[in-house]
């Protein structure tokens, strides 16, 4: 069984749902790009209920994706009765996306729709969609870029959702994600301009985990990657506590190939890898719709 229909309470973000409601029942039938984190639950999970076996959650597998997060996602399709299927992508077989340009979203999004396109087909599914907010329109997402020219849609900011409205109606309807951390691919963690390879993003991976398995897996966090150094992101309101423990990370990490290992003192900052020009200053959000 899937998760029951939350209640509508008139809030904004259930009005806001109800836009969405319409926009899937109009659309007949979806794939979702599904990572298992916040945004693409919630959507699946909606276009589910609307749609039933005419939605199908997608869940790409490769090198950047944890073998956690794979898991997980798996995991709460089965918990929302969704169907759900796993491809693989080949972006780490393309050069533009390992050089790791500040465009390697683009050639990584271009792989996934070069995958999911045939499989809509394949499927009898009318559109393909992902769990784009507001929040990221006025971030650096090149990826948009792919799914615009192929037209992917993003029935999430057409609605007006932001990451708040996402999370209050995740919580309305019981689903496991409504707390958990903002999440990206692991490449997202390597310094543009150093080559993203397996080794690196296994790393990254393993030394995401050991914190994890100190700070607990709700934590926000990244190891940012450097090359020699490795760049520790957590919570402000953690930092003395991984401090505490400091010898201890400088060890682990250092086993996993690091030479040098920093804790950032300006704490956790989601997209702190983007270009400078392109990162959007804390105070400003993208005009909700």
Known sequence: MGMSTAPMDGSPAALREARLVETLDAHGSVLVAYS????????????????????????????????????????????????????????????????????????????LFDVLEPLAADLGLEVIATGTILDDLGDHRPGQQAAAERGVVTPLADAGFSKADVRARSRARGLPTADKPAAACLASRIAHGLTV?????????????????????????????????????????????????????????????????????????????????TTQPAHQSPRRV
């Open 36 to 111: 298992g984190g916040v945004d693409s639950t919630y959507l699946l999970a909606v276009a589910a209920e609307v749609l039933g076996d005419r939605a199908v959650g997608a869940t790409a597998v490769s090198p950047s994706l944890a073998g956690s997060e794979r898991d997980e996602a798996a995991a709460l399709a089965r918990v929302l009765g969704a169907r759900h299927v796993e491809v693989t992508t080949d972006e780490m077989a393309r050069a533009a996306y390992r050089r790791n340009d500040a465009d390697r979203c683009l050639h990584c999004k271009t792989a």
């Open 197 to 277: 390879t397996p080794l690196r993003l296994s790393r990254i991976e393993r030394a995401e985990a050991w914190l994890r398995t100190r700070l607990g897996s709700h934590t926000d966090l990244r190891v940012r990657d450097h090359g020699d150094l490795a760049r520790v992101e957590v919570a402000a309101d953690r930092l003395g506590e991984v401090a505490g423990f400091a010898a201890e990370l400088d060890a682990e990490l250092r086993g996993l190939g690091w030479r040098f290992v920093t804790l950032d003192a300006g704490g956790f900052r989601s997209g702190s890898m983007n270009p400078p020009s």
